[in-house]
């Protein structure tokens, strides 16, 4: 009886949540302007959809500057991780790790105002690099948690030090060893890092300069003349596009996961 109940508990649960991603997915093929009746179905949302210049220009900057802050955000990651779980403690340490978490753990929109201050502070152009750099910084903890996890996770620095020992210098060993072992870390991190970036709107919304339209942008834009048929079309593609990543972080996951047992 119990278990039963937790069931039902559990499918009301999820059905919460997912009910509304099912009805936008269903009404991105209803025949009618209007989102407030069934009219039949159609596919011409999405023909209209990927015929729309702007919405496109949208969708490849927001995958360029995706791709460009989840390198950014990987690499910083790498030796983060590598400064925590491979070096001595050093003093500050534990402030400095506080540190690198403090963009998953702060507001959005004050993160926002924050990088818009600092830059215009500084007197940086609000550009693409600009908005790449800012997403990184909230993708970073992802990034550092991944790699980080994983570097512990190698046998206390047995294999490093055995290269060490075989007469490989600690460069060599990070190359050869170290990262080679990371590498399902690094990709599931800029997997992360990848779907943080694509999706942000309130960063984009302060940071992104003149010309610099992201997908979450063009998508508030379009939704100030109510939710068309086409908005659900591309959420639909976005949830789409969400599950595949996450589907490829588990692989990955899996597959780190049955690496690290054989080591």
């Known amino acids: 009886m119990r278990g039963k109940a937790l069931s039902v508990y559990c499918a009301a649960l999820y059905g919460l949540l997912y009910l509304p991603l099912a009805v936008m997915f269903a009404f991105s093929f209803n025949n009618a302007r ?35 802050a989840s390198l950014i955000a990987c690499l910083l990651g790498l030796l983060a991780s590598y400064a925590m779980a491979r070096h001595a403690p050093f003093k500050g340490r534990g402030l400095y790790s506080c540190l690198v978490s403090v963009p998953l753990m702060m507001p959005e929109i004050v993160m926002g105002v924050g990088l818009l201050s600092f830059f215009a502070r500084l007197g940086i152009a609000l550009n693409f690099w ?35 020992d075989l007469g490989a210098s ?72 969400t599950i595949v990543l996450l589907a490829g972080n588990a692989a990955l996951r899996a597959y780190d996961n049955g690496r690290r047992r054989e080591i």
Not at 138 to 156: M, Q, V
């Open 34 to 68: 209007r989102n407030v009746a069934w009219r039949g179905f159609t596919l011409k949302w999405y023909s209209s959809l990927f015929q729309d210049a702007e919405l496109l220009t949208a969708l490849a900057t927001s995958l360029k500057l995706a791709l460009a």
């Open 130 to 164: 600009s908005l790449a750099c800012a997403h990184a910084l909230i993708a970073l903890p992802y990034t550092t948690s991944s790699i980080r996890a994983r570097l512990l996770s190698l046998k206390d620095c047995r294999l490093e030090e055995a290269a060490m």
């Open 170 to 241: 600690e460069w060599q060993a990070f190359l050869k060893v170290t990262l080679p072992l990371a590498g399902p870390a690094l990709l599931s991190g800029s997997l992360l890092a990848f779907t943080v970036s694509f999706e942000d709107f309130v960063t984009s919304f302060f940071i992104a300069g003149i010309g610099i339209v992201t997908m979450p942008v063009k998508i508030y834009t379009m939704m100030k003349f109510g939710v068309t048929p086409e908005i659900n079309a591309m959420a639909s593609c976005l949830v789409g596009l």
